[in-house]
Each structure stands twice: as structure tokens, then as C-alpha cells.
């Protein structure tokens, strides 16, 4: 009676512990999922608020209506913001200068933008560089002498006068792209090729050697408006091209720490 007794206990002890064992990672389980999802709920928010900051510029500066492509616009805000966060830019700069070499030439394709009053300043006509194409530009160059456009993203510095007149100097940020930019004297200048009436005899603008030149008529607006340490991005179309100051997950993380702070603690 007693043995059998034992065995009644035995039997019980060994299934409490099975049930017991298999219920515990279940509940491990469930917790950590819990913290996954909340995670990720966390990053999908953080990302959508950071579109909407984004897009919330781009609406009220009626970016659209100049032709203005949003996916190119947030890359150029991600990139100032990144930019402002390595002190390549000062904290009041608030102007930021577009380039979309996506389209033709005939377009006008360079935007100066205020970020922090939402507005658009000007919308104009811009050349690239005899290397990289006709109408179109097709082809990017950081390479002296190679009379190519470079992409990417510059910071803008002191007014000179030249053999094209009054003209900008540019340094680039992104290595291997646009960094040898003061070597090539890749500056923002006037030039008469850049006209409607280029457009109408040549089906497109004229060229420079590399520069982001502009209409003369328009060139002094330009220069004063975005001199003296602001952002220019050249956009266009090279899957070779990346830069380290388009992070959007820094640009978030700036633009919504207390969001962030939360995320930290679910983790």
C-alpha cells in the first residue's frame, strides 16, 4: 500500500513538472512578443510622423505644383537635418537649395526652398555639365576635367567674383562624389546658355563644365539667397551613388527624441 502510495506522488510530481515546464515558455514567449510588436509599432510610428513632418513642408509650400518629386524632397530634408546634426551646417540655416537632374533640362529643375517658413523662394532653370548628357543627365563624375555633373549633397560657402562674374563657392560632403568639388571649381555661376531662348533654338539648355550654372537674370537672387553655409542637394539618376547623410532613422531620432526615449524603454 505504501509503494503504491509513492508511486501515486511520483506520478504527480512528474506531470506538475511537464505542465509547469511547457507553460513557461509559452509565457516567455508571449512577453517577448508583447515587446516585439510593440517595437515595431514604435519604428512604424516614429517613420510615419517623420513622413508627415516631411510632407506637411512639401503641401504647404505647394511643392507639388512646381513639379517638385516628394521622394526626392525627402531625401534633401533628410540630408539637412543629418547635416545640421554633424555641424556641417549652423543652427539658424533654414534654406535649402534642389537640383533634380531626374529631369530634362528644359524644366525648371532647381528649387530654393525655406524649411522653417514652409515656402518656396524660387523655382528656376539650372545646367549640368557637358559630360553628362544632353538634354537629359545621365552621367555623374567626381573626376577633374571629366566636365561632369556631381551628385549629392554640398555646403555652400563664400562669394567670389570670376571669369563668369559673380559666382558661389560649393564643397562637397559626400566622398568619392562630390568631394573634389573646390579642385574642379565647381561653383554656382550665370551663364546665357541657361535661357528660354537656348531652350527654343538648342531643344534644351546649354552646358557647363560640372557647374550648377543658372540664368543671369536670376544668379544674384540665387547666390544671396543660399551663400554663406547653407544646403545644396544634386539629385539624379546613378544606383552607384549613397551618402551617409541620408539616414532617415537620425533624422527621426532628432525630430522626435521623446518618441524615441519610449522605444528605449520597451526594449
Known sequence: M???????????????SIGFISWSPAANGKTSANKVASTTKHA???SELYGQYVTDIYNTAQLQLSGMDAFVFQKAITGYINLKLAHKLPEN???????????????KRMWIIDVVAKKLL????VSHGQGSGDDMATAFSNTEHSHQSSLGFYVTDD???GKHGRSLKLDGMDL?????ARQRAIVVHAADYVSQSSINQLGR????????AVSPEVCETVINTIKGKNMLYIAGNDNRYSSKYL??????????????ADTAQVL
Open 2 to 16: 505504501r509503494k503504491n502510495f509513492w508511486w501515486v506522488i511520483c506520478a504527480f510530481l512528474i506531470v506538475f
Open 44 to 46: 512604424a510610428s516614429l
Open 93 to 107: 540655416s533654414s534654406v535649402i537649395t534642389v537640383v533634380d537632374f531626374n529631369r530634362s533640362s528644359r524644366e
Open 122 to 125: 524660387l523655382n528656376t532653370w
Open 159 to 161: 562669394v567670389y567674383v
Open 176 to 180: 568619392g562624389f562630390n568631394s573634389n
Open 205 to 212: 539648355l546649354g552646358r557647363s563644365h560640372g557647374c550648377p
Open 247 to 260: 539616414d532617415e532613422n537620425v533624422a527621426e531620432q532628432f525630430l522626435f527624441p521623446a518618441m524615441q
